[in-house]
């Protein structure tokens, strides 16, 4: 997908792009960055652009919580139980980072938040960890992540339990 239409990118957005292959090599991670000419800032962007089923598309959230910063990954077809997270991790207090504070920690804006944040807490839901492939942020806009979850799980060493409840129809 990488072509003459391939967004210019900046040296931060390069440099970025660079890290995540090199981690994702050393890893010896199967995987794939997509160049598209659209941005995709959500599951939904994803679905509808034919990168794959909604359940594929893997979201990253950055949380505060009272134990430091962690990153949520989640299927597309889901939504963050904050209760369920609360209980599994003992924590008191677990929010949504805004979005100054997502770009101010992890160097992307919100919707293009990378899957692998190396020396941040990664947790994968259940429901994502059972796919075998899944779509998700590199951290710079009008490029996507596809990757082995099996692999997403090696190379963050998330921690992987069900946080996650369905979204509503409508």
Known sequence: MNDDHSPRLDPAEQARLDRLRHILDEARAEYA??????????????FEQGFGSLAAMAPTFLLRSDRGWLCAIISGETRLAYRKLRRELGLKDVALASPETVLQVTGAAVGTMSLVNPGLPALVDAHLAAMDTVYGGCGVPQHTLRIRVRDLIAVTQAQVFDFTVPKEAG
């Open 33 to 46: 960055i997509l160049v598209h000419a659209q941005a995709v800032n959500s599951a939904e962007d994803g």
